[in-house]
């Protein structure tokens, strides 16, 4: 059996050895720097293209940008669908407290900006990306991007008073979240990305406060179609966590999809060298189309 931390290591290097894609048009939805979308055309041509909404991953940490996944929109544009690519706040570029690592998410910025984009989409599209069609949207994202994925299609059931709550459900075909941190209670018993979701979320006290804001496994049901992806072979977020959130689901009346790849780990869902990555495409467009 490969040693497992070798093997991620080998798989961490694939996704990230493409060069960067450059995109077809970029749009501010704010006056931040991070505050940014990179949209990519179908490169067939077509219109009236779906938009697939990417959050990148990278542990909410600022060393992570939008860059990495740029080969992997570039991916899903080559199979028809248009892209939105979106950048976000995240942790500051200082040690955390007892340790040499960045610090993992801003609080409430993080969350500010994915609402904030999300609900900017649409015309941001309709004026950046005429061959897509802001009608028919998904939602994708990974680890850390997959959480804000889930989150972003639970706004609606966010606690009353919440300055992020929509008063409906968000005009989504579907949420595709890969190997997402999307159970809390899971990631902070397995110590996933080195204590990255009490960092997000800030001290002991409040923690449990907002939690009950930001994590998916209690912002349920949502009543939007939604399916993980998860890799069996995955140490950076493990099947666990994914499985919780699911149980979370099926415990809250709803149903949610958890197609589990073997012999796959955290990184080939974003990979387009790797055969996950157009498992991936297929979910995305399964819902999309």
Known sequence: MPDPVARDAAEEESAFSHPAVAPDASVAYGEHPDQVVDFYAPRDGRVGAPLVVLLHGGAWRAPYDRQHVTPFADFLA??????????????????????????????PETFDDVAAALDALPDL???A?????????????HSAGGHLALWAAARHVLPTGSPWRLPAPPALRGVVALAPIADFAHAVGLDVCSGAVRQLLGSESEYEQRAAHTDPAVLLPTGIATVVVQGRTDIVVPQAVSEAFVDAAAKAGETVGLTLL????????????????????????????
């Open 262 to 289: 073997e012999e796959v780990g955290h990184f080939p869902l974003i990979d387009p060298a790797a055969d996950a990555c157009a498992v991936v495409a297929e979910e995305i467009a399964q819902l999309a189309w």
């Open 78 to 107: 080559r199979r028809g669908l248009a892209v939105a690519n979106v950048e976000y706040r995240r942790g500051r570029e200082i040690p955390q407290q007892r340790g040499t690592g960045p610090v993992a998410g801003r609080w």
């Open 129 to 141: 990306l005429p061959q897509a069609d802001p009608r028919r949207i998904v939602v994708t994202g």
């Open 125 to 127: 599209a309709r004026r």
